[in-house]
């Protein structure tokens, strides 16, 4: 069967993770925690997880929330590209993932916007 005649991947979400870590380019950047806020989309088959009830069967999105948060809050990225980079990566550990979707943004940083942000979606490769 081709990638074409295949269906559509099933979807975890996390919405809205609020964490603070030390994030950007400016000197005060680097030393005061800033809000950060992470959406990420996983693209998993999770039919054998629907039929068994098992979390076995099933990407543990508790333990990839707890391994996202000791990654942003132990962080110092200077960019939201970069941290995006690496939450995807860590998403991506697990193989039966097969895309995944991190948005990472800074609720405050420009003047007369709610947020600005960046998202990244990246594969498993090979």
């Known amino acids: ?6 269906p559509p991947l099933d ?37 054998s997880a629907g039929l068994s009830d098992d979390i076995a069967d099933t990407v543990n999105y508790k333990a990839l929330n707890k391994n996202i948060i000791q990654l942003v809050e132990g ?14 990566e860590l998403c991506l550990q697990d193989r039966r993932v097969k895309q995944c979707e991190v948005t990472v943004e800074k609720p405050g940083a420009l003047r007369f916007a709610r947020s600005v942000g960046v998202t990244v979606v990246r594969g498993q490769h090979g």
Do not use: P, Y
């Open 1 to 6: 069967m081709t990638m074409h005649n295949q």
């Open 11 to 47: 979807r975890i979400h996390i919405k809205d993770l609020l964490l603070r870590c030390i994030i950007g380019i400016l000197e005060w950047e680097r030393t005061t925690l800033q809000d950060v806020v992470i959406n990420c989309t996983l693209h998993v088959d999770l039919r």
């Open 75 to 88: 962080s110092a990225f200077f960019l939201v590209e970069a941290m995006a980079e690496a939450i995807a």
